[in-house]
């Protein structure tokens, strides 16, 4: 099959394989490279984008270790079926733009979105005062008609009026946030758990109750420290695997001693300081998002 390379930009400050990285993903967004498509062989795909094959394996490289790509010995590199991923403590991202991120379609079951008085757990780790309303959103995501997240999510009223209107079959909660109310989503905190599904989680996830999920707890700051969204997610175990990449610390590097990390405004914790899983998150915890792969 004939490969249309990308418009390379030479000069730009952004290196040549993040721009074939990024490529890469639009062919698989846009269904040119569907799922357990097999990619040409280096050479010829290095030929047609115009780089060396030491820049296009960079690229590659990149797209495996973020689950969006895979290789087999012998047989080539593939486009995963239906895989997402994230590494650990990358980026701070809803379930949603992973989604899309890796081409994979989905659709979105709202059952529940109303503005109502917040339950204690949620006023103390939104940081309400008495009185503050939230606006409600219990949501399903489906791919292939399958459920694979259910989510309830609180946002405090004063910050996203009539967010209540918002159709969110449509749109998505984060993206609704920045997009329209101009709010900065910074950084957030989430603490992960283990569970069997019960009651409505078993209900809207389709599994006989005690099937593993995965639970998560969620709250997310905007850039001046205020919460903006605490949320509960339920995914389904059968179609969800956590991953990090890790590294062991150098000598000389000061391992064993307490550093934060750079750029952390000072006073802040290191995600996953002082947390008891499924306890609330210490006030301004530095992002430590979920890395993820759904397997279909």
Same mark, same amino acid.
């Given at each position: 099959?004939?490969?249309?390379? +990308?418009?390379?930009?030479?000069?730009?400050?952004?290196?040549?394989?993040?721009?074939?990285?990024e490529?890469?993903?639009?062919?698989i967004?846009t269904?040119?490279?569907?799922?357990r498509?097999?990619?040409?062989?280096?050479? @010829?795909?290095?030929?047609?984008?115009?780089?060396? %094959?030491?820049?296009?394996?960079?690229?590659i490289?990149?797209?495996?270790?973020?689950?969006?790509?895979h290789?087999?010995?012998?047989k080539? &590199?593939?486009?995963?079926?239906?895989?997402?991923?994230?590494?650990?403590?990358?980026?701070?991202?809803?379930?949603?733009?992973?989604?899309?991120?890796r081409g994979?379609?989905y659709?979105? %079951?709202v059952?529940?979105? %109303?503005?109502?008085?917040?339950?204690?757990?949620?006023?103390?780790?939104?940081?309400l005062?008495?009185?503050?309303?939230?606006?409600?959103?219990?949501?399903?995501?489906?791919?292939?008609?399958?459920?694979?997240?259910?989510?309830?999510?609180?946002? /405090?009223?004063?910050?996203?009026?009539?967010?209540?209107?918002?159709?969110?079959t449509r749109?998505?909660?984060?993206?609704?946030?920045e997009? =329209?109310?101009?709010? &900065?989503?910074?950084?957030?905190? %989430? &603490?992960?758990e283990?569970?069997g599904?019960?009651?409505?989680?078993?209900?809207?996830?389709?599994? /006989?109750?005690?099937? /593993?999920?995965?639970?998560?707890?969620?709250?997310?700051?905007? =850039?001046d420290?205020?919460?903006?969204?605490?949320s509960?997610?339920?995914?389904?175990?059968?179609?969800?695997?956590?991953?990090?990449v890790?590294?062991r610390?150098?000598?000389?590097?000061?391992?064993?001693?307490?550093?934060?990390?750079?750029?952390?405004?000072r006073?802040?914790q +290191?995600?996953?300081a002082?947390?008891?899983?499924?306890?609330?998150?210490?006030?301004?915890?530095?992002? @430590?998002?979920?890395?993820?792969?759904?397997?279909?």
């Open positions: 099959m004939a490969v249309d390379g +990308p418009q390379l930009d030479r000069t730009s400050p952004v290196p040549l394989y993040l721009q074939i990285k490529w890469m993903l639009d062919q967004r269904g040119r490279w569907p799922q498509y097999k990619l040409p062989a280096e050479e @010829d795909l290095a030929g047609a984008v115009g780089v060396s %094959r030491g820049t296009l394996r960079k690229a490289a990149e797209l495996v270790r973020e689950g969006v790509l290789q087999i010995h012998g080539g &590199t593939f486009v995963t079926a239906g895989g997402i991923e994230q590494p650990l403590a990358q980026r701070l991202s809803a379930f949603s733009e992973l989604l899309e991120e994979i379609r659709s979105t %079951r059952l529940q979105q %109303r503005v109502e008085e917040p339950a204690g757990r949620v006023a103390s780790l939104l940081r005062e008495p009185g503050q309303r939230v606006v409600h959103l219990a949501r399903i995501r489906l791919v292939e008609s399958c459920p694979v997240a259910y989510m309830e999510n609180y946002v /405090p009223v004063h910050l996203a009026p009539r967010l209540e209107r918002v159709d969110f749109q998505g909660l984060f993206r609704t946030l997009q =329209d109310y101009g709010l &900065t989503l910074a950084w957030g905190q %989430r &603490t992960f283990a569970l599904a019960e009651g409505e989680v078993a209900e809207y996830l389709e599994l /006989p109750a005690g099937a /593993p999920v995965f639970y998560i707890q969620q709250v997310v700051y905007l =850039d420290g205020r919460p903006i969204e605490f509960d997610v339920w995914l389904r175990g059968d179609r969800f695997r956590l991953s990090a890790i590294r610390p150098r000598e000389g590097r000061g391992e064993g001693r307490s550093r934060e990390p750079a750029g952390l405004p006073g802040l +290191p995600a996953g002082g947390l008891e899983p499924g306890g609330p998150a210490p006030a301004g915890a530095w992002p @430590d998002p979920v890395g993820a792969k759904l397997c279909f």
